[in-house]
């Protein structure tokens, strides 16, 4: 696909490498919006807002973050108009298929979170074989979170946890944080150290809810498709003037 040139290709003089978060993750709204401004239909926002995405994800090698982790589609967006939803699914195969060869040339290991069974069986073949194929890749993780609701992955790490305090294999004085998080789909990935929304919205719309306990969030007015590498610097330079305490005082 063809992206549009852009600047800041290196990691702007303004920021502190140090002080970069590791990890980003972004709620990537306004798709509808930005394709409503331009006249064009609904799905026309979501072949720009892949553009956007691929762009970040070089903006964020390219800086130095460790990860990226992306909420392409909730558990609540089945309920958008069935050809918005077809689409979709679709667009996911056919960039899966496309981008293939370029994440594994760029040493990006990707994975896909979320009720993944749900979804289209040739969908699910090409986001195991993404995954399979780029598995031992030691640059930045991206992780795009499918058929992904918060509440749901916290019922589901429940009920894990539960039938195996039923089988015997735990026992409830076990359970902590730390065994719970290793039945989060996100086991493995530090949590965000900063959260980032488009279009203005402030909400998280049920996104790594137990994982953003302690993440900064920023909200930028701009539209998804026109969040660029400018947008991105404004972001994290308003991530190093935060005071992350943790809950504690300094």
């Not at 900064?216 to 539209?223: A, G, K, M």
Request: charged share 25%; net charge neutral; with cysteine.
């Amino acid at each position: 696909m063809t992206v549009k040139p852009t600047v800041l290709r290196d990691l702007p003089a303004d920021l502190e490498r140090e002080k970069l978060p590791r990890h980003v993750a972004v709620i990537m709204d306004g798709n509808g919006r930005w394709a409503k401004r331009q006249g064009l239909p609904r799905i026309m926002g979501h072949r720009r807002g892949v553009d956007a995405l691929k762009e970040l994800l070089r903006c964020c090698k390219d800086w130095g973050v460790q990860a990226l982790t992306a909420y392409a589609f909730s558990t609540e967006n089945w309920g958008r108009p069935l050809e918005e939803v077809e689409f979709l699914m679709m667009l996911f195969e056919r960039v899966i298929r496309q981008e293939i060869d370029e994440l594994i040339s760029e040493d990006v290991r990707i994975k896909f979170v979320g009720n993944l069974t749900s979804l289209p069986g040739t969908l699910q073949t090409e986001i195991y074989r993404s995954m399979n194929l780029t598995q031992h890749n030691q640059g930045i993780q991206f992780t795009v979170a499918t058929n992904y609701g918060g509440r749901q992955e916290i019922i589901q790490v429940c009920r894990e946890i539960a039938t195996k305090v039923q089988q015997g294999k735990l026992q409830p004085e076990d359970i902590n944080e730390a065994l719970f998080e290793q039945h989060l789909y996100t086991v493995g990935t530090c949590h965000p150290d900063l959260m980032i929304r488009t279009s203005g919205e402030m909400r998280v719309s049920n996104f790594l809810l137990w994982q953003i306990a302690y993440s900064e969030l920023y909200v930028s007015d701009t539209l998804w498709p026109d969040f660029d590498r400018a947008e991105f610097h404004r972001a994290l330079c308003a991530y190093q003037q935060r005071d992350r305490r943790f809950g504690k005082v300094n």
